[in-house]
């Protein structure tokens, strides 16, 4: 059984295609500039050489249709036939309150998902443009939607309500959704395989740092809170994303530069976070590098994100009642040998006690806290590709 996962963005999209009989990645690839001049397509077939494919690409159903001829492709492709695409895996971003767990896509299905476009309205569009092109290019091949937001739909009222009056929930739909749910939900699970453990008798806090960031309180294998919230903007502070802010500065920053709510929601979202206090760049290896050339500001910001992430993992541990195991995954998670140590700083008097030779390690799955560390720190690589080709064999077998 051949599944091929779909993640489209606004003008890119990524895929794999898996092998499910033994989980291995036949091919993948990503398409830039859909719909702008300059569209490429980068594939990697099973030889792993990098074929490019410069060719306008008008939207996703042609950005697709290129990707389908590339898998195909008697050279570089991976399989002989499109027959041999046996489902379709896509990440979709906002569920709503309507799905807490993935589903195949049917006509109903699609309906709600448009009905949650005014909850996601940058993100859904193209996921669901990418369901319905391969609807249109491969018909009679099931379709299944893999949720950001889905497996946060276990918290519980007490994580989920904001302290405002009460009908905008129930009118407007005004509550903590939570996203990353994939990767939260991979890497916990992977956690409980690593340790040997049953997830059922497990409380994990995961912690995904990439440029978006976000931690997850899990207790037995259920999400009950995590930082984002109504949009990926609440929590962390992120690489260009302020997160927790007082809400009244919005107003009144809005008020004295007289700003637009387009202008305000662009400043919080693609010119705060680290980017925002540095002035150096979003990525933390430039911020990284400044810090230690000296730059104040460089070293403010990564002061600020440290103890941003620490403040969340001793407040998790509160609302699970202990943790098990304090998980670190993507980009700066993986990769972050100094950033893992200034967070896991402080946090002895819980049980988390980070070994700094272990630490000393990057995108590879293992135990980094100190032998008799009563709360295990690990890194867990995320796969969040994996989590929806494994959902979308479950529903379509
Ligand atoms: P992601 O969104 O998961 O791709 O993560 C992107 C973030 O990971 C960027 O901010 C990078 O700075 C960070 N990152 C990736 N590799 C490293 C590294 N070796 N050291 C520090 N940060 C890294």
Same mark, same amino acid.
């Given at each position: 059984m051949n599944v091929l996962v779909i993640n489209c963005g606004s003008s890119s999209l990524k895929y794999q295609l898996f $092998? *499910?009989?033994?989980?291995?990645? @036949?091919a993948k690839g990503l398409v830039e500039r859909i719909g702008i001049e300059g569209s490429k397509l980068t594939h990697e077939g099973p030889t792993g050489g990098k074929e490019k494919i410069e060719v306008p690409m008008k939207d996703h159903k042609e950005a697709l249709g290129h990707v389908l001829e590339a898998i195909t492709?008697?050279?570089? #492709?991976? &399989?002989? !036939? %499109? +027959? /041999? &695409? $046996?489902a379709i895996g896509h990440r979709v971003v906002h569920a709503g309150e309507k799905f807490s767990g993935s589903v195949v896509i049917t006509d109903a299905v699609m309906a709600a998902l448009e009905e949650c476009i005014e909850l996601a309205p940058l993100h859904n569009p193209p996921n669901i443009m990418g369901v319905s092109a391969m609807q249109e290019l491969l018909p009679g091949v099931p379709n299944v939607g893999v949720f950001d937001t889905a497996f946060h739909q276990t918290m519980p009222q007490s994580s989920y309500?904001?302290? %405002?009056?009460y009908e905008y929930y129930e =009118?407007?739909?005004? =509550?903590r959704y939570g996203f990353h749910g994939t990767s939260h939900r991979y890497v916990s699970q992977r956690t409980a395989e690593i340790l040997d453990? $049953? &997830? /059922?008798d497990l409380k994990i806090i995961t912690c995904h740092l990439g440029n978006g960031a976000s931690l997850a309180a899990i207790d037995g294998g259920k999400?009950? +809170?995590? !930082? *984002? #919230?109504?949009?990926? @903007? /609440?929590g962390l502070v992120m690489g260009t994303r302020c997160g927790d802010?007082?809400?009244q500065i919005v107003t009144y920053i809005m008020g004295k530069e007289d700003l637009t709510l387009d202008e305000m929601n662009n400043i919080m979202n693609k010119k705060s976070g680290v980017l925002g206090i540095s #002035?150096?760049?979003?990525?933390f290896r430039d911020i990284e590098d400044a810090a230690k050339e000296g730059n104040e500001r460089a070293v403010l910001a990564l002061d600020i994100y440290h103890l941003n992430v620490r403040k969340y993992i001793a407040a998790y541990a509160s609302v699970l009642g202990g943790v098990d195991a304090i998980v670190f995954t993507a980009g700066l998670g993986e990769n972050g040998i100094d950033s893992r140590k200034e967070i896991c700083k402080n946090l002895e008097f819980m049980g988390a006690v980070l070994d700094p030779e272990k630490n000393k390690v990057r995108g590879k799955e293992t135990v980094v806290s100190?032998? +008799? !560390? =009563?709360v295990k720190i690990m890194v867990v690589p995320t796969n969040e590709e994996l989590m929806i080709a494994r959902d979308t064999l479950e529903l379509v077998k």
């Open positions: $092998n *499910m009989k033994d989980e291995s990645v @036949l492709h008697a050279e570089y #492709g991976a &399989i002989q !036939s %499109l +027959d /041999e &695409i $046996n309500v904001y302290a %405002l009056p =009118r407007d739909h005004v =509550r453990k $049953n &997830i /059922e999400s009950i +809170d995590t !930082s *984002m #919230g109504f949009t990926p @903007l /609440e802010i007082d809400p #002035g150096v760049s979003s990525d100190t032998d +008799d !560390s =009563r």
